[in-house]
């Protein structure tokens, strides 16, 4: 068991624009975030729309650990994720669903870092994010999330 909450929320509207810290996000059960560049199946990273990227997740965590054990300071809108959580196991959420405010999501995979993340932010992070680059999501019930919304097992 677990209980976490929701640090940031972020979104974009398209994949070479930064990331916009905002203070709700509005899940939308087949489809995705409502403002995102993936919402609908649309966006840059593939041409095949796939249901378990509607949402993406990353662990602050994984922040503090850039930071202590390599010097690396990245903020949380660059890390390219919608939502920031802290004291949730990302990992282990694969095929576990789990709810965020009124929203029910289910974990799909796991995240795979990507080269442009290096490009974005100007830091060879892509290694250090090997197996800590976030989860992606599938949403089950759509909803509207905040900031600080506590994140726990359904």
């Given at each position: 068991m677990f209980s976490g909450s929701i640090q940031?929320?972020?979104v974009t509207p398209r994949a070479f624009l930064p990331m916009r810290t905002v203070d709700t996000l509005e899940l939308v059960e087949g489809k995705g975030i409502v403002g995102d560049r993936?919402?609908?199946g649309a966006g840059?990273?593939?041409?095949l729309p796939e249901d378990g990227r509607q949402v993406t997740f990353f662990e602050l965590e994984t922040?503090?650990?850039?930071?202590?054990?390599?010097g690396i300071a990245l903020a949380a809108d660059q890390h390219r994720r919608n939502i920031t959580?802290?004291?949730v196991p990302l990992n282990h959420l694969v095929g576990v669903r789990f709810r965020i405010g009124s929203a029910l999501v289910e974990g799909t995979r796991l995240s795979t870092p990507c080269r442009h993340i290096e490009q974005i932010t100007?830091?060879?992070i892509f290694t250090f994010l090997l197996n800590r680059s976030g989860l992606h999501a599938r949403i089950v019930r759509g909803g509207l999330i905040r900031?600080?919304?506590v994140i726990i097992p359904a």
């Open positions: 940031q929320l972020n993936y919402f609908n840059f990273y593939s041409d922040l503090d650990a850039l930071r202590r054990d390599h959580t802290r004291g100007g830091q060879e900031a600080g919304d």
